[in-house]
């Protein structure tokens, strides 16, 4: 967990090179990761609909993710918020198609097939405590999103079929 | 008769498929495949129908409802169609990055260089983002790896992002 104030940043949206290349890891006791990983959040939380935020979406190349699924109506699990650098997927349960959206693609979503159960493990920007995660239902998919933004790829990478992508609905 | 296909193109608006298909009904035609679509406000149509009348007859049924509707309207007779033994394992194609001419051209030359055929294709462009998923069926002779190093060096060299996968088509 971040104490720092987090200052808003502007979202990269694709085709932003940034956000196909796979991001470098971090030392997560970095005042700037720290730094980072609250901008994230501030960034996050100010953005309507936004259930997670990677450091590549704002133009950082590194391994720093924030996710906050609190009152999501497709939750199950919910660990509030997490805020991860240079997470890695310990486990992964079978797969299950959903539609997904993403700031850095605003205007479509697509049906992507995400592992149901995931547990996922990292480092807590600025304190360096160890944080492992197990997540189901939206929270895995979330999380696996999220991750997929740190090796450099989008939904769209992983959209399951030719019909599978849509225009967006507008939040407001 | 036997089978026509009929090709379907003019501006969207309520009513066209009831318009088209009631001249068909009329004829006794039994419609099997059909893909319908809106491409910037276009409605776009191909049918096949299994109608007891000749091509004239239906171009000429057909003829008053384009008119009034501003469609082209093409029918040509089809062979039945022969059912394959057995299909390769499909697979999908994803390209996307900043749009600029020639991406699909580019994709589909280098798939057909390599007798790779395409079954489904959808293209989008949102903004400056353009995107392409292909379904592919690959002749077994060809190496999915080999076909998935050559795209992405195409990709490299059109500064976009691509992917082959196999196609999961039980997913949905």
């Known amino acids: ?165 849509h225009a967006r609905k507008r939040y407001l | 008769m036997g089978e026509l296909a009929v090709a379907v193109l003019g501006p969207d608006r309520p009513g066209v498929i009831a318009a088209l298909t009631e001249v068909l009904l009329a004829e006794a035609g039994n419609l099997t495949d059909a893909s319908m679509t809106i491409l910037r406000g276009q409605f776009a149509m191909t049918l096949v129908v299994d109608v007891p009348v000749d091509v004239d007859r239906v171009e000429a049924d057909l003829a008053p409802v384009a008119d009034r509707l501003g469609l082209l309207v093409s029918v040509r007779e089809v062979a039945p169609a022969v059912e394959q033994p057995e299909r390769p394992q499909p697979y999908l194609v994803r390209v996307h990055g900043a749009d600029r001419p020639g991406i699909v051209h580019r994709v589909a030359a280098l798939l057909a260089a390599r007798d790779v055929n395409i079954t489904d294709l959808t293209t989008r462009l949102s903004g400056g983002l353009y995107i392409l998923i292909a379904e592919v069926e690959i002749p077994d002779a060809l190496d999915a790896d080999e076909l998935s190093a050559a795209l992405t060096a195409l990709a490299g060299d059109l500064g976009v992002h691509a992917t082959l996968e196999p196609s999961s088509a039980d997913l949905l």
């Open chain 1, 1 to 165: 967990m971040t104490h720092r104030p987090g200052r808003v940043l502007p979202v990269v949206t694709a085709p932003a090179a940034v956000l196909s290349s796979p991001a470098a890891a971090v030392d997560p006791r970095n005042p700037d990761i720290a730094q980072l990983a609250a901008d994230l959040v501030a960034t996050m939380r100010v953005s309507p609909g936004c259930v997670g935020l990677a450091a590549p979406q704002v133009g950082a190349g590194v391994q720093v993710f924030v996710l906050d699924i609190t009152g999501h109506r497709k939750a199950r699990s919910c660990h509030g918020l997490v805020v991860m650098a240079n997470p890695r997927i310990l486990d992964e349960g079978p797969a299950k198609p959903g539609r997904e959206g993403c700031m850095s693609v605003p205007d479509l979503t697509g049906d992507v097939a995400r592992a149901t159960t995931i547990t996922v493990a990292g480092t807590v920007p600025g304190t360096g405590e160890q944080r492992t995660v197990t997540a189901d239902a939206f929270e895995a998919r979330a999380l696996q999103h999220e991750l997929d933004h740190l090796d450099g790829l989008l939904f769209l990478d992983r959209v399951v079929g030719t019909h599978a992508l």
